[in-house]
T-cell receptor, first 112, second 112 residues
């Protein structure tokens, strides 16, 4: 119940495409859902986050869609660029901010 | 504002030895969390400290321990190292509760 499932494991898109990464959770105590981007040799960097009272959030080219009833959320990257090639992690945090669970990650490659 | 710093960045140890890793959080951040990242297991939560107290602990053996100092700096210790402890150890800091976590670059530990 503490798991966060993430798919696909890897993704290849052409420059300008819109990669979509999906995550699902079971624990209804989760109330904060961040996405992290990690480049090789670096720590994960916070990209964007959403709370369950909002169905969509945009920051630049990154959009989170959230479906509370289905307990699913997804990351869309608009007009993807080769520089977006990285591993993306979704995460879920419980309502005490103490239980921080990461998905297994998606390796994204954006071809020039 | 300086980000999260971790020292050392790389470490090679022998089985049976012990190791201490250090983390300096972003100035003003009082919560520090530690994670282990491996290709097979992904990002796994080790423990979280807030105001020098361990608030939460992941599912790791007692060989893994940590502490936090009054200036919010944190250390983690792994005793009796095993080959399987080879991983990237990441530290993350946040202002209060662990919602917005900011990661350091990690310490790459190799156990031979």
């Amino acid at each position: 119940q503490q798991q966060v499932k993430q798919s696909p494991q890897s993704l290849i898109v052409q420059k300008g495409g819109i990669p979509i990464i999906n995550c699902a959770y079971e624990n209804t105590a989760f109330d904060y859902f961040p996405w992290y981007q990690q480049f090789p040799g670096k720590g994960p960097a916070l990209l964007i986050a959403i709370r369950p009272d909002v169905s969509e959030k945009k920051e630049g080219r990154f959009t989170i869609s959230f479906n509370k009833s289905a307990k699913q959320f997804s990351l869309h990257i608009m007009d993807s660029q080769p520089g977006d090639s990285a591993t993306y992690f979704c995460a879920a945090v419980d309502n005490y901010g103490q239980n921080f669970v990461f998905g297994p990650g998606t390796r994204l490659s954006v071809l020039p | 504002k300086a980000g999260v710093t971790q020292t050392p960045r790389y470490l090679i140890k022998t089985r049976g030895q012990q190791v201490t890793l250090s983390c300096s959080p972003i100035s003003g951040h009082r919560s520090v969390s530690w994670y282990q990242q491996t290709p097979g297991q992904g990002l796994q939560f080790l423990f979280e400290y807030f105001s020098e107290t361990q608030r939460n602990k992941g599912n790791f053996p007692g060989r893994f321990s940590g502490r936090q100092f009054s200036n919010s700096r944190s250390e983690m210790n792994v005793s009796t190292l095993e080959l399987g402890d080879s991983a990237l150890y990441l530290c993350a800091s946040s202002l209060e509760l662990g919602y917005e976590q900011y990661f350091g670059p990690g310490t790459r530990l190799t156990v031979t």
